[in-house]
């Protein structure tokens, strides 16, 4: 079974600053795809970024890039020039093709953004 | 584009009891999921289905868990008779298709938070 692991339960940054998210996974698949999503208090989870694991590019969405490292199973996310808005909480996610549909999420790391 | 609704958006009930979720997804998709996301961890899928069909129920308790899909648009998501352990926020989630397509975003309700006393 997959399973996606993130080690830091939570995480600061200060405003404008730079913080980066990790997260590994563990897999058996070769084509498969890993996800960023955020959860504000509001509870809405909100898609970040998208990467697929077939594609040897790191994605990138304004200030949120990735560092996809596929023979390690790493996947962390880059958070450039901090707003408060992006304090949340953020999930990684894993879905492969043979999984359907189905998201395998890690436990969340909390990042708070200091003024 | 209205997104993902979902009520009631708070819920608290006692043990034993039953209670129902309504969830309307996007409109055109096709795809609607329920998770369990238990304080402290990430969401769990329950179920998902597929127009009116069910596609993956394998982590539903389907001793006191039940859901349907009427017409392929709303869903209800029941618990009968409800657990301490159920204690939660249940999202929903619908996407436009089922698979095939690796960039098929799923797209999440408010949620409702469960407390069961």
């Known amino acids: 079974a997959q399973t996606v692991t993130q080690s830091q339960p939570e995480m600061s940054v200060q405003e404008a600053e730079t913080v980066t998210l990790s997260c590994t996974y563990d897999t058996s698949e070769s084509d498969y795809y890993l996800f960023w999503y955020k959860q504000p208090p509001s509870r809405q989870m909100i898609l970040v970024i998208r990467?697929?694991?077939?594609?040897?590019q790191n994605a990138t969405e304004n200030r949120f890039s990735v560092n996809f490292q596929k023979a390690a199973k790493s996947f962390s996310l880059k958070i450039s020039d901090s707003q408060l808005g992006d304090a949340a909480m953020y999930f990684c996610a894993y879905r492969s093709e043979t999984s359907g549909s189905r998201l395998t999420f890690g436990e969340g790391t909390q990042l708070t953004v200091n003024p | 584009e209205a997104g993902v609704a979902q009520s009631p958006r708070y819920k608290i009930i006692e043990k034993r009891q039953s209670v129902a979720f309504w969830c309307n997804p996007i409109?055109?998709?096709?795809?609607l999921y329920w998770y369990q996301q238990i304080l402290g961890q990430g969401p769990k899928l329950l179920i998902q289905?597929?127009?009116?069909?069910?596609?993956?129920d394998s982590q539903l308790p389907k001793d006191r868990f039940s859901a349907e899909r009427l017409k392929g648009v709303d869903s209800t998501l029941k618990i009968q008779p409800a657990k301490l352990e159920d204690s939660a926020v249940y999202l929903c989630?619908?996407?436009?298709?089922?698979?095939?397509?690796?960039?098929?975003?799923?797209?999440f309700g408010p949620g409702t938070r469960l407390t069961v006393l």
């Open positions: 990467q697929e694991a077939y594609k040897q």
């Open positions: 289905f597929q127009n009116n069909g069910v596609v993956d």
């Open positions: 409109s055109g998709h096709a795809t």
């Open positions: 989630a619908s996407s436009l298709v089922y698979r095939g397509l690796g960039t098929d975003t799923q797209y």
